[in-house]
């Protein structure tokens, strides 16, 4: 009986110096510009971080979190939905929003637009293929918009709604091994899927 009690004291003891630590527990260090819709981490520099709010456009750290810098030049528009970094190029970046999409090459220093034959507004949803950067798949979500896809970096958009129930898409992911291969993620018709790069989807 005397064991098990000695074992149950170094138990505690353990887990409160865990606590104690900071294990299991969080805190905050901005960005502060409203509700935070979207994050990046920069898979070649981890301590870069990108956070995208609704108020306040985008945000950008390179010190792991612990403070965030505004990088919202040529942004005529803050309300950032959507956020995705181009696997082979850590400096390109593209944000979903109202308006469209915006692109930057140089990490967020200058945004530039990058909606042409985009019909439709609040893109919630961006993908960029793993194997094929050049090509992305973004989704609006309203009933005028559905899915699009680029097939040259965001400069031109072609819509690929066939076979969808719904055009309120919510979600995209690329297969890593083919840029055929999509998912869509729906508010109201659950997960369509494509193997021939969006020209038909199917429940």
Not at 50 to 68: D, E, I, M, P, R
Not at 123 to 144: C, G, H, K, M, R
Not at 177 to 198: C, E, L, Q, R
């Amino acid at each position: 009986m005397r064991r098990n009690c000695t074992w149950l004291g170094l138990i505690l003891w353990i887990a409160g110096t865990f606590l104690h630590a900071g294990v299991n527990s969080w805190t905050t260090s901005g960005p502060y510009g409203g509700h935070i819709m979207a994050m990046v981490v920069d898979y070649q520099t981890p301590n870069v971080l990108y956070a995208g709010t609704l108020h306040g456009g985008v945000f950008k750290s390179q010190n792991w979190g612990q403070s965030w810098t505004a990088i919202n030049r040529g942004l005529d528009y803050l309300a950032v939905d959507s956020l995705a970094i181009d696997p082979a190029d850590h400096n390109i970046l593209y944000l979903g929003r109202v308006t469209g999409i915006s692109k930057t090459t140089d990490g967020g220093l200058n945004w530039f637009d990058a909606s042409d034959g985009l019909a439709a507004n609040s893109f919630y949803a961006l993908a960029i293929s793993a194997t094929n950067p050049q090509i992305l798949f973004t989704a609006a979500y309203n009933d005028a918009g559905g899915i699009f896809r680029s097939n040259n970096g965001g400069a031109s958009w072609t819509t690929v709604n066939g076979g969808l129930t719904t055009k309120l898409i919510t979600s995209l992911v690329i297969d890593p091994t083919s840029p055929s291969i999509v998912y869509a993620g729906s508010y109201d018709g659950g997960v369509f899927k494509t193997t021939d790069g969006g020209q038909h989807w199917v429940p």
